[in-house]
């Protein structure tokens, strides 16, 4: 699995909760994420809807500092991404 697919490529536990950070610049997606994380179960799929290209790479360094898991980033048809996360702790 390449970590940028289309949205209807790959199989992944389907999200607990889908963040739309739309048309929004970072670091809002990544604060948005940070304040719904702890809404999913732990091992729960958080997606994040961002447009922003600082959110494609900022999002998955945010998982890396935060010890949280990027499982992947996929293209969404009308632009932009949907960014996976598994929420660790």
């Not at 809002?28 to 600082?54: C, K, T």
């Amino acid at each position: 699995m390449t970590s940028r697919q289309t949205a209807t490529e790959g199989s992944t536990q389907p999200p607990a909760l889908t963040i739309d950070a739309l048309g929004k610049k970072c670091p809002i997606p990544i604060i948005m994420l940070a304040e719904q994380i702890n809404h999913v179960p732990r091992n729960g799929i958080v997606s994040v809807l961002a447009d922003d290209p600082a959110a494609f790479t900022d999002i998955p360094a945010w998982c890396r500092l935060k010890s949280h898991h990027h499982v992947a980033s996929y293209e969404l048809p009308g632009g932009g991404w949907a960014i996976h996360v598994r929420r660790n702790y």
